[in-house]
């Protein structure tokens, strides 16, 4: 059975966007280092390669691993793929817990894009749509 292994960033400061993210997810910063790092230089990576890499994950292993590799380039048209963050977990948050989260995002670093409050069907989806630091999209319900 296939499994999720990494979410893989293109980004033009790889470091700078993993401390975003591991801050969005509230994951200890972390680098490249120790036994991985000797491992992956090991394989013929060499340490700028490594330093031009980021990676966030849980403490404990439970959340996927976000891996962030130097972009060739400038970020150029919409993703095709992006995360759904939850303000809370287990239930919809309320009003003031949605607006907090948006609000301690923005204060590290990402951009208000818009308020989805709308039906689609029988469902009504109320949320933030936001850009990372590098203005990878992404949604905060």
């Known amino acids: 059975m296939a499994t999720l292994g990494n979410i893989v ?3 033009d400061d790889p470091i700078r966007l993993s ?3 591991a801050e969005v ?3 200890p910063p972390q680098r490249i280092d120790g036994e991985f790092r000797e491992m992956l230089l090991a394989s013929g990576l060499n ?3 490594l330093d031009r890499r980021g990676l966030v994950e849980s403490a404990d292993g439970t959340g996927p691993r976000l891996f962030f590799h130097h972009a060739e380039g400038p970020k ?6 992006h995360i759904d963050v939850h303000a809370v977990q287990g239930r919809p948050p309320t009003d003031e817990e949605l ?3 948006k609000d301690r995002l923005v204060a590290l670093g990402a951009t208000n894009v818009r308020l ?15 850009r990372d630091p590098e203005g990878n999209e ?3 319900q």
Not at 76 to 81: D, F, K, P, T
């Open 9 to 11: 960033f293109y980004a």
């Open 25 to 27: 997810f509230r994951y």
């Open 76 to 81: 150029a048209g919409r993703n095709r793929v």
């Open 99 to 101: 607006d907090a989260e």
């Open 116 to 130: 989805v409050d709308q039906s689609w069907g029988p469902v009504h989806e109320h949320y933030y749509q936001l």
């Open 47 to 49: 340490e700028e390669q």
């Open 138 to 140: 992404f949604c905060l």
């Open 19 to 21: 401390d975003f993210w």
